[in-house]
């Protein structure tokens, strides 16, 4: 799913890598079906794997070992001739550090179990930290987060705001002053486990993909907080882009007679939906309703000829549901239709987040999932 | 690269289909390798692809007993020891028939050699042919073109109007009264070759991708004719969306006060774009600069959003060059670099077809060479 490489995973001997690659591919394969379609018998996940039964059950008996799936017994409904024994992901036999780096005034991170489900929660104010002094915040985050569990630790995943290379290193993220701040490599040095970091909105609609939507066709997540960017999964995989820019539409220009922006640009869509121009606006003015619907009619027109290009499926905005559930997704929604074909607009369903605030934590845990086991 | 399934290849028992597949994969392999990096010798073709030597020797082997793959000798330059032999892709051996059904008047078709050149070109005029006249006259110039080469032909690809499933039916193309028609399936019946159908913009991206593009990163081809339709290709594959209707900014609607479209809204791209309606705008003008600039700066406020959320690397304009290339394309790459980030625009490319009118034809093309070969 996710091409962002693992940090701290020790090199091995090139023959043996081979060798260990099938395995860690097969592995893959049946955790992935049990990840996805949930308990089976080993007789069925030889034949959804086309992997013979001996090796099926040779996998399944080291998975069992290592904790990452477990015995269910029979299904109940199993009556005639001996029942088969199902196996299942073992969803709290390991946990997940996810860390969320998006939100201005705080550093937010959870332990998350395979299933995506949120077990603790804890996060530590920002207090304007910025440079090393932020990135030993996520240090001491990650620390106190993996005290919070007794069960091993698959990884940590970390989404970050800015520009992140394939590597986990933070390019650029203004709102840190962080240039070229290897996330990955330092934290997985410290606490000697692997480590995913990734850009905040392509982590987000990893989580929601993963987690929250209903089907596999094109999924783009919009996130609306200081800033505005978005994430997509199109055809089954996260979008880069060229440069690794993908989701940069925040500073599309949507009002060339607008307010000016931060960008030194006019009338970016950050300065019509970001949160604190929404709050400002809405605090001045009468009629909320009128603030809101106009937002949505405006995101309406920049995201059209976006949905007309792409045939979405779920477009998905995340951020303060006060804000963007009600008049501004109802307004952005009616737009999009008025301004495509109905080939276009026919199979799209806009909404907020399923994850809610927890997106870009759960997505966080799906870097590891994905990068670790093979499965998203 | 293309999800388009082949029509008109036996079928085969099971068991021997896997022992097959895996050949057919690894002889892909080594003609994916001859297509995009040229000549080599067999120890490089072991090298690259992570194949034995022997397994090597042998495909290579079987490729030139089919005439697909020749022996060139040593290359020039070696001094030291026995220098060793290259193979290349034979170029000509072999032909493909490339049909494009996407001009109003006629119906084009040219013979293609592997190497994406066209050998020889035909053209039927349509005489307002549609519905079963149409599928015939298609046959015709199928017959036609098949005649014109000596060499074996490895199958035939068609880009079509509309929209077109991946078993090679066209579902609904309204130029032609074509609803439903079984076009890959009747030609494969009727020549007993390959047949490869797909939608005349998506065939344009992927002949645009394969003999045109300057790179890998995301691609948009924007056609512009009687109507206006994209294809792309993202991450190195073509995308269809969530209900194969990828590419549909034709009737996005860029000007709500514009003019009345054919589809009977208001002001969509086709209205501002599209050949006729550029050719009447600059009948009725006398500043042609103006009236093509004024349709570039439109265009522009359209793409933005796509380019700002695709971070593309190219963005070609196929159609009438003197239309396009000129005030058109200038003031689109203009406004599209005024509404988006640096970063969205700093790796961009915004220009006409490398392929000219050909694009489609040679496109259909590579259907064939991807779903019979496995290169793209």
């Known amino acids: 799913m996710t091409q962002t490489s693992p940090v701290g995973r020790p090199l091995r001997p090139r023959g043996k890598l081979l060798q260990e690659d099938a395995r860690r591919h097969h592995r893959s394969l049946l955790l992935q079906q049990l990840f996805r379609e949930g308990p089976a018998s080993r007789a069925d996940l030889a034949r959804t794997s086309g992997l013979t039964r001996v ?3 040779d996998l399944v008996g080291e998975l069992v070992a290592d904790g990452l799936v477990e015995e269910l017994g029979a299904p109940a409904e199993s009556r005639v001739g001996k029942p ?3 196996v299942g992901l073992a969803a709290d036999s390991t946990h997940v550090i996810g860390i969320d780096l998006s939100a201005t005034d705080r550093m937010t991170g959870a332990v998350i179990n395979l299933a995506g489900e949120v077990q603790a929660r804890h996060e530590l104010a920002r207090d304007g930290a910025v440079g090393a002094d932020a990135v030993a915040l996520v240090h001491r985050l990650a620390a106190d987060l993996i005290a ?3 069960r091993p630790v698959l990884g940590i995943g970390v989404g970050s705001p800015g520009v992140v290379d394939a590597g986990g290193t933070v390019i650029d993220a203004p709102n840190l002053a962080w240039t070229d701040a290897p996330l990955a490599a330092t934290l997985a040095e410290a606490f000697g486990l692997p480590v995913f970091v990734a850009n905040d909105a392509n982590t987000a609609v990893l989580g929601e993909h993963t987690f929250g939507a209903t089907g596999d066709g094109g999924l783009m997540v919009l996130r609306v907080g200081t800033g ?3 994430g997509l999964v199109l055809e089954g995989s996260l979008l880069h882009g060229h440069l690794g820019a993908a989701g940069e539409i925040g500073h599309v220009v949507v009002d060339p007679d607008g307010e000016v922006c931060a960008c030194s640009r006019t009338g970016c869509l950050e300065t019509i939906l970001a949160v604190p121009h929404l709050r400002r606006r809405l605090s001045g003015e009468v009629d909320p309703t009128a603030v809101l619907t106009d937002a949505g009619e405006r995101l309406g027109v920049v995201l059209a000829p976006v949905v007309g290009t792409l045939n979405l499926h779920e477009l998905v905005l995340s951020g303060p549901t006060e804000l963007l559930d009600g008049p501004l997704l109802d307004a952005a929604d009616r737009v999009i239709r008025e301004r495509t074909m109905p080939v276009s607009s026919a199979g799209l369903t806009v ?7 927890d997106v870009v934590l759960v997505g966080a845990a799906v870097l590891v999932l994905a990068g670790q086991l093979g499965v998203s």
Chains 1, 2 share one sequence.
């Open 55 to 57: 090796t099926v059950s």
């Open 148 to 150: 919070m569990t007794r």
């Open 351 to 357: 909404r907020t987040s399923r994850l809610g605030e």
């Open 84 to 86: 088969p024994t199902l």
């Open 228 to 230: 505005v960017g978005a």
